[in-house]
């Protein structure tokens, strides 16, 4: 029997002619020694190697088996050693269908030694090279397995760890999911950022909330959500630190306070979820209120004190207007301006709130501007504007409601830019109360008595004065029916308050309103900043569409001169009128040129059309002399024709008061 080959991990040889007497297996201090040694052949540890099970383990050759060559019947007295202990001590997974499962030589020191005559040294190799693959394959599953283990716990332990911000960051409670059933479950929200999920609809606020819920202190147990908003809302105004920041400038003071500015909270989010706790049944649930400044809210604050303290600029202007008098102005110088500059001090409101400095004084800096209009200057330019009259047929009651309502219009003055309202200053004219009278009106279709009767021809005046005046017009309405004091086109009713008479005073420059009567005579004057562009104002209408005993329809026109040349040419309203219950077409206006104060209204040029009208009518009355003499028979005929007359006045008289004319200028 001979020894292992340590160098080349291979049997010795075993002469063919020896019998193996016994198989010996090595003590576990051999297997220790010789795993400690440095072989040029990787062997497998009892460790390393998988245990197999009992009934896995293939069946162990014989001793004869083992012996090559050997006699089945050998009659040695060696004693052997079986299987099951073969299986107890080393039994070990060696994969290969060739060789069963045996321990390797190499894995049991120099003190292994088998008499084997039939296997030669690659039998040998090739277990060695299967262990060594085998081994390989091992450790690359164990290690795999060992980073997944370690994967998994570091992510279970992170999970653990992190779960509330987990949580919170998905807009879920911290309490646990069944914490309906745990009394001791607790909901709170966290303190550094306001709650961000909000429902684009406020819960009911009739809903009631469960027990257990509490708010910064606050039990909300049993309320409803529209008493628990309102205590939460009273406890967020307690919770604004106080503020007290002066503004000085231009010798004024105003002042930031904490409701200056506005505030965001995060009530409405905890409603919700109290409304949620209640529908979960959560036994108590902890939230805490926060209410934080709005820095966008510090613009608006700013702007608010400031408004307090700026000293706006303003020009020379009449500070009192007293109409009916030679001298109707008082004029007072303007003032320098002292603007605050807006900017600046939001950046020093804004870092004083930033530092938790809420107490202190800001000087603030301010823009100087000068006044541009003297008294001297402006008395050169407010003149007179323009003037119109009517006057009244109405009756007594009705007169003395113009002559009212011109009083009450009298000594208007129009500030640049601003809007004057004819109702604005008559206030409701259609009540006794007011001092009005019953008179003629025009109520659902038809003339009727009524209280305010004849306001309408002052606002009509005030309104042709307007118009002169260069005015913008508003608002203005017409007749049902046209006016007897007014051309087509330029009536302006009044019915309070639906119907109203509204200029615009569209210069940099007061405007004044004069009005009054003059025995039967209305009479408007408007004063103000007179444009160079034009030097006078004229009214023009046109009638059309007109049907007999129906309606027609009337366009005016404002027409600027400038070296009694027309340079221009404004459409100011258009106007339908109904022509039932015998009513007849107005007069259109051929371009009256408007006046001021004191002068006489002048139909200019314009009425030159008619004669116009009138002269093609001419040439045809040249023509009957050269047919005069062929006349005389005519003449028989004629008396037949004389009955005709009696039926026609009838028929003809009715458009004679206006239409016919006014029709046959128009076509």
């Not at 914490?179 to 709650?195: C, D, G, I, S």
């Not at 409701?428 to 009767?453: D, E, P």
């Not at 309408?456 to 007749?479: D, P």
């Not at 006078?536 to 329809?553: D, E, P, W």
Request: with cysteine; hydrophobic share 35%; aromatic share 8%.
């Amino acid at each position: 029997m001979s020894e292992k080959n340590k160098n080349n991990n291979s049997f010795e040889e075993i002469n063919n002619n020896e019998v193996p007497d016994i198989i010996y297996f090595p003590s576990e201090e051999d297997i220790a020694s010789e795993q400690t040694r440095n072989l040029d052949s990787i062997s497998v540890s009892p460790e390393q190697a998988e245990p197999i099970a009992e009934d896995a383990i293939p069946e162990i050759p014989t001793a004869d088996a083992v012996a090559l060559g050997a006699d089945a019947d050998s009659d040695s007295t060696e004693e052997q050693i079986a299987p099951e202990a073969l299986d107890e001590q080393h039994a070990y997974e060696v994969q290969g269908e060739e060789l069963p499962q045996s321990p390797l030589a190499d894995d049991y020191g120099d003190d292994f030694v088998i008499d084997d005559t039939s296997k030669d040294e690659a039998d040998t190799t090739e277990i060695a090279s299967h262990a060594q693959k085998k081994n390989k394959s091992s450790k690359g599953i164990i290690i795999a397995a060992s980073v997944i283990a370690a994967v998994l716990i570091a992510g279970v332990l992170v999970f653990l760890f992190f779960q509330n911000e987990i949580t919170s960051f998905f807009g879920g409670r911290e309490a646990s999911p069944d914490n309906a059933q745990n009394p001791t479950a607790v909901v709170t929200v966290p303190e550094p950022t306001m709650m961000p999920t909000i429902s684009p609809t406020a819960p009911n606020p009739e809903i009631i909330l469960g027990n257990g819920i509490t708010v910064s202190g606050i039990d909300l147990s049993g309320k409803t959500v529209a008493q628990a908003r309102e205590l939460l809302q009273t406890k967020a105004k307690e919770m604004r630190t106080p503020i007290s920041i002066t503004v000085v400038a231009n010798d004024k003071t105003a002042q930031f306070t904490q409701d200056t500015f506005k505030y965001d909270d995060n009530i409405e989010a905890i409603l919700q979820r109290a409304v949620k706790d209640t529908e979960d049944k959560v036994k108590t649930a902890t939230y805490e209120l926060e209410c934080m400044l709005n820095n966008n809210s510090i613009g608006t604050a700013v702007n608010t004190v400031a408004d307090k303290i700026d000293v706006p600029m303003k020009n020379a202007y009449v500070s009192k207007f007293t109409p009916g008098v030679k001298n109707k102005f008082t004029f007072t110088e303007g003032n320098v301006g002292y603007i605050i500059n807006r900017d600046t001090l939001q950046l020093e409101v804004s870092a004083m709130l930033s530092e938790k400095k809420y107490t202190g004084t800001i000087n603030a800096k301010v823009t100087e501007s000068k006044p541009t209009l003297t008294v001297a200057q402006l008395k050169t330019l407010i003149v007179p504007l323009s003037t119109h009259s009517t006057y009244s047929s109405n009756t007594i009651d009705g007169t003395y409601n113009m002559s009212k309502a011109l009083g009450a219009c009298n000594g208007s003055v129009i500030e640049p830019g601003a809007t004057w309202s004819f109702n604005a200053c008559t206030g409701n004219s259609t009540t006794t109360a007011s001092g009005y009278r019953y008179a003629t009106v025009i109520s659902n279709g038809s003339y009727t008595q009524g209280v305010g009767g004849g306001i309408c021809q002052a606002s009509t005046t005030i309104f042709g004065a307007a118009v002169y005046a260069n005015l913008s017009i508003a608002e203005r309405y017409n007749h049902r029916w046209p006016s007897s004091y007014a051309k087509s086109g330029l009536d302006a009713t009044i019915d309070y308050p639906a119907l109203d008479l509204k200029l615009k005073n569209t210069t940099k420059y007061q405007i004044f309103l004069e009005c009054y009567m003059d025995g039967n005579k209305l009479v408007a004057n408007f004063y103000g900043w007179k444009d160079p562009s034009f030097d006078k104002i004229a009214t023009y209408s046109t009638n059309y569409n007109i049907s007999a005993g129906k309606n027609y329809s009337a366009d005016a026109y404002r027409i600027y001169y400038k070296n009694d040349k027309e340079i221009k040419r404004e459409f100011l309203c258009s106007s339908k009128y109904s022509l039932d219950d015998g009513h007849w077409v107005t007069a259109s206006d051929p371009g009256t040129i408007g006046v001021l104060p004191g002068q006489t209204p002048v139909t200019p040029k314009p009425p030159a059309t008619q004669p116009v009208v009138v002269t093609p009518t001419k040439p045809p009355a040249t023509k009957p002399p050269v047919t005069n003499p062929p006349a005389t028979t005519p003449p028989i005929t004629q008396p037949p024709v004389t009955t005709i007359p009696p039926t026609e006045p009838p028929t003809t008289l009715p458009p004679v008061p206006g239409p016919s004319d006014e029709t046959a200028q128009q076509e």
